[in-house]
Nanobody
Framework: VQLQASGGGLVQPGGSLRLSCAAS????????IGWFRQAPGKEREGVSC????????YYADSVKGRFTISRDNAKNTAYLLMNSLKPEDTAVYYC??????????????????WGQGTQVTVSS
């Protein structure tokens, strides 16, 4: 099982980035995909989640209206489009997969598979 997050980098405030999460080794469209982030000295935070079919999406209040999660099951890949980035969005971003319900989508304990993380830095 492998989840490979990519697409991070340095961007100015107000800019955009698109993260990708490429999956292999499991039946991708049986699993919901979540994005988490962890800033230095802070706990890992649930950012967004998309259901296995892509029909339902969930967002943390801090990113609602700025971030968009999506997935392409034919490509075994999920995405996180991040617009209007702020310095407080700076963190390592992780993708993860779970096959459970969505009530606790923001809790890292719900996820069984994790990617390695990609750094996003928002700074002028």
């Amino acid at each position: 099982v492998q989840l490979q997050a990519s697409g991070g980098g340095l961007v100015q405030p107000g800019g955009s980035l698109r993260l990708s999460c490429a999956a292999s080794g499991f039946t991708f469209d049986d699993y919901a995909i979540g994005w988490f982030r962890q800033a230095p000295g802070k706990e890992r935070e649930g950012v967004s989640c998309i259901s296995s079919s892509g029909s339902s999406t969930y967002y943390a209040d801090s990113v609602k209206g700025r971030f968009t999660i999506s997935r392409d099951n034919a490509k075994n890949t999920a995405y996180l489009l991040m617009n209007s980035l702020k310095p407080e969005d700076t963190a390592v971003y992780y993708c993860a997969a779970h096959s459970r319900g969505y009530a606790n989508w923001y809790m890292s304990s719900e996820y069984g598979y994790w990617g390695q993380g990609t750094q996003v830095t928002v700074s002028s």
